[in-house]
């Protein structure tokens, strides 16, 4: 409409700062969990947060770095939200079902899609892996500690190879598989994490076919 002041973006003057950096990078979430990473585009960022293209490069130099920044951010949320059951089955089953809602969402399909696509944008599906990774490991901190606080984690275990196993097995199943994630399932996942697949030795039989940390309390 002639005579009309036009809104100004919220880019515009001072201060810039937390919610601008917020808004910009849900909605790189958005566009990488709608187009993924071969069709994600700033510009369409930009308009989408109303901000100029200039401030998001400003902020973040390269596509890598903003795209790095968004899912840095997931990781952090699914770690915060990881609940503290009071038992390491527990925490492992609480863990596997966070992994699970996350892929079952947009945004979750889409940084698995980010990260398994073969595409021109290679290196930023290898960020997204890359960030998967550091989840992990985020994800394996909070319950290693946790658990070794209660006197139930084995010396020598890695918690980042149970966290990466346990992570691998939903993506296996809901993308492969595209199977059921329920609690039936969860918990056959769990315990085979934790008590393996071999017998249980016998009583007065301790150390045959398993190995350190491998036996399991009663259920």
């Known amino acids: 409409m002639k005579g009309t002041t036009p809104r100004p973006r919220r880019d515009a003057g001072r201060p810039r700062g937390a919610p601008i950096a917020e808004a910009v990078l849900a909605h790189t979430l958005a566009e990488l969990a709608a187009v993924g990473v071969e069709g994600l585009s700033v510009e369409r960022i930009a308009r989408a947060a109303d901000v100029n293209k200039t401030s998001i490069y400003r902020r973040w130099p390269t596509r890598e770095a903003l795209v790095a920044a968004a899912l840095e951010g997931v990781a952090a949320q699914v770690t915060a939200q990881l609940p503290d059951t009071g038992t390491l089955r527990g925490d492992l089953i609480a863990l596997v079902v966070a992994v699970a809602g996350l892929f079952a969402t947009p945004l979750g399909r889409g940084l698995l899609r980010a990260a398994l696509t073969e595409s021109a944008a290679e290196e930023v599906a290898a960020l997204a892996a890359r960030q998967l990774g550091r ?72 150390g045959a076919g398993v190995g350190r940390g491998a036996s399991a309390p009663a259920r």
């Open 135 to 206: 989840g992990g490991h985020g994800l394996a901190r909070t319950v290693v500690a946790r658990a070794r606080s209660r006197g139930e984690w084995a010396d020598g275990a890695r918690g980042e190879v149970v966290v990466n196993a346990l992570v691998g097995a939903v993506i296996h199943r809901a993308v492969l598989e595209r199977g059921a994630l329920d609690g039936r399932w969860r918990g056959a996942l769990v315990d085979a994490m934790l008590y393996g697949a071999l017998p249980r030795p016998a009583r007065g039989d301790a």
